[in-house]
């Protein structure tokens, strides 16, 4: 599904974060003939995290007719209103409550983005919570939709730079904790896809960025300080958070019986030193 924002159209710079989510949610010819092909609504869950927001504005100005709705907990200051700004039907929630989940909407079309993020410590038994029995419950809960979830490419085991990186057909044997979590998020899905006959999409994603956060951020801003840059992760796979959110949706049309993996990602690996040369 090549669809991405085309470099000419890239701004050599942006004086203020509202260009950046304007200019990442503006909608490709692809994606809004896909989304109006899709029968029903959309939901995503767990959309207060980076991504979701941006991905929520992305779906709605690409499918306008279309209720597009936003659940989350809404614990950051302000978010909840400026989703609504956007169109975005919003829902506050708490996903492993299961008289609240079950009381949700029942769109057509679910985008499930919540889960405890890579990097968390400590309390592992709330990651295990949050990435295997909150996808086990909506799963069960939303059975007789059409359900895209969020994977990570954190899922499968180290492999050569030089293979080309990881494809879907990969035994899954991950090292760490954090690692395992997702794979059982992943078989939750693939338990209940096969148990009712769910359609579903795993997006196996490494790894979103914009111009706030991420890898290129990171050794930017270590540049930018004169900080010393750890290179013994050497490569780092990398998309525009504009792209990634576009294939997202567009996954909703790719949906399969058990529930799918997908991989998204940029079609290079940048080394990390390669990267902070360029910076410097």
Same mark, same amino acid.
């Given at each position: @599904?090549p669809?991405?924002?085309? @470099?000419?159209?890239?701004?050599? *710079? ?11 949610t ?7 003939? !896909? ?7 959309i @939901? ?9 927001p941006?991905?929520?504005r992305l ?6 007719n279309k ?26 929630? !708490?996903?492993l !409550?299961?008289?609240a989940?079950n009381?949700?909407p029942?769109?057509k ?5 919540a889960?405890?993020?890579?990097? *968390?410590?400590?309390s ?10 909150c ?6 809960a ?8 969020f *994977? ?19 035994s ?9 979590? /997702?794979?059982?998020?992943?078989r @939750?899905?693939?338990?209940?896809s ?6 579903? /999409?795993?997006i ?10 991420g ?17 013994s ?13 576009t294939?997202?949706l567009r ?6 019986v058990?529930s799918t ?6 079609a290079e690996?940048?080394?990390i030193?390669w990267v ?5």
């Open positions: @599904m669809d991405t924002q085309i @470099m000419d159209d890239i701004p050599v *710079s942006f004086m203020e974060e509202d260009a950046i989510e304007e200019f990442m503006r909608p490709s010819k692809a994606l809004i003939d !896909d989304l109006a092909e899709l029968e029903g609504d @939901m995503i869950l767990g959309v207060g995290g980076k991504m979701g941006t991905l929520a779906a709605k100005r690409a499918a306008p209720t597009v709705f936003g659940v989350a907990r809404f614990t950051e200051t302000g978010l909840q209103q400026k989703i609504e700004n956007w169109g975005i039907k919003t829902v506050k929630a !708490d996903l !409550d299961t008289v989940l009381n949700l029942k769109p079309n679910i985008v499930f983005m889960g405890r993020k890579f990097g *968390s410590s400590g592992e038994e709330l990651t295990w919570a949050a990435n295997v029995l996808p086990a419950l909506v799963a069960e939303f059975r007789d939709q059409r359900v895209v979830a *994977s990570t490419a954190c899922v499968y085991p180290f492999v050569p730079v030089a293979s080309g990186g990881a494809k879907e057909d990969l899954l044997d991950p090292p760490g904790e954090y690692a395992q979590s /997702c794979v059982g998020r992943e @939750m899905f693939q338990y209940f096969n148990k009712y006959g769910t359609p579903g /999409c795993l196996r994603l490494s790894y979103a960025i914009d111009l706030r956060y890898v290129l951020f990171d050794v930017g801003d270590a540049v930018f300080r004169g900080n010393e840059i750890d290179v992760t050497g490569y780092a796979n990398v998309i525009w958070q504009g792209d990634a959110n294939q997202i996954a909703l049309r790719h949906c399969g058990p993996p997908l991989n998204i990602s940029g690996a940048p080394s030193r902070a040369e360029t910076f410097g």
